[in-house]
């Protein structure tokens, strides 16, 4: 089983690696040290955490109704108006996320550079590679 550093949780994590190594002074997943004295935390506790953390939810939000599930909640980094379509940008901890959609929703919404926002993916065919 592959065995992750704290930067790499983080990454994956999308957070800094100040808050992994909070995390795993609170306890809230297990690490070990390397001969080098590195922390690292294996790869089957850190998907267990990453699912448990995904699962704690946003606090007193209210989730949408919705069968995508597939939520990336981020910052408007981008927004460019077409005559009818638009694309708006979305960077999400590591991911950048593009959608296109008509310009008359982006009004309609208000989006605008700076605002948070989630993007939703539903698909029907998801590719998987292995870094």
Same mark, same amino acid.
Request: overall charge negative; cysteine-free.
């Given at each position: 089983?592959?065995?992750?550093?704290?930067?790499?949780?983080?990454?994956?994590?999308?957070?800094? &690696? $100040?808050? %992994?190594?909070?995390?795993?002074?609170?306890?809230?997943?297990?690490?070990?040290?390397?001969?080098?004295?590195?922390?690292?935390?294996?790869?089957?506790?850190?998907? =267990?955490?990453?699912? =448990?953390?995904?699962? #704690?939810?946003?606090?007193?939000? #209210?989730?949408?109704?919705?069968? =995508?599930? +597939?939520?990336?909640?981020? @910052?408007?980094?981008? %927004?460019?108006?077409?005559?009818?379509?638009?694309?708006?940008?979305?960077?999400?901890? &590591?991911?950048?996320? %593009?959608?296109?959609?008509?310009?008359?929703? %982006?009004?309609?919404?208000?989006?605008?550079?700076?605002?948070?926002?989630?993007?939703?993916?539903?698909?029907? +065919?998801?590719? @998987? $590679?292995?870094?």
């Amino acid at each position: 089983m592959r065995s992750y550093t704290i930067g790499q949780a983080a990454r994956l994590l999308g957070v800094s &690696p $100040d808050t %992994v190594r909070r995390w795993a002074d609170a306890e809230r997943f297990a690490t070990r040290r390397d001969g080098a004295g590195k922390r690292l935390v294996e790869g089957a506790d850190l998907a =267990a955490f990453a699912v =448990a953390l995904a699962a #704690e939810g946003h606090g007193e939000e #209210e989730e949408p109704h919705t069968s =995508a599930r +597939n939520a990336f909640p981020g @910052i408007i980094t981008a %927004v460019k108006l077409g005559d009818v379509a638009a694309q708006v940008e979305i960077q999400a901890g &590591p991911h950048r996320l %593009v959608s296109l959609l008509t310009r008359e929703a %982006v009004e309609e919404l208000g989006l605008a550079v700076g605002m948070e926002a989630v993007a939703r993916v539903k698909s029907t +065919n998801v590719h @998987i $590679d292995r870094a």
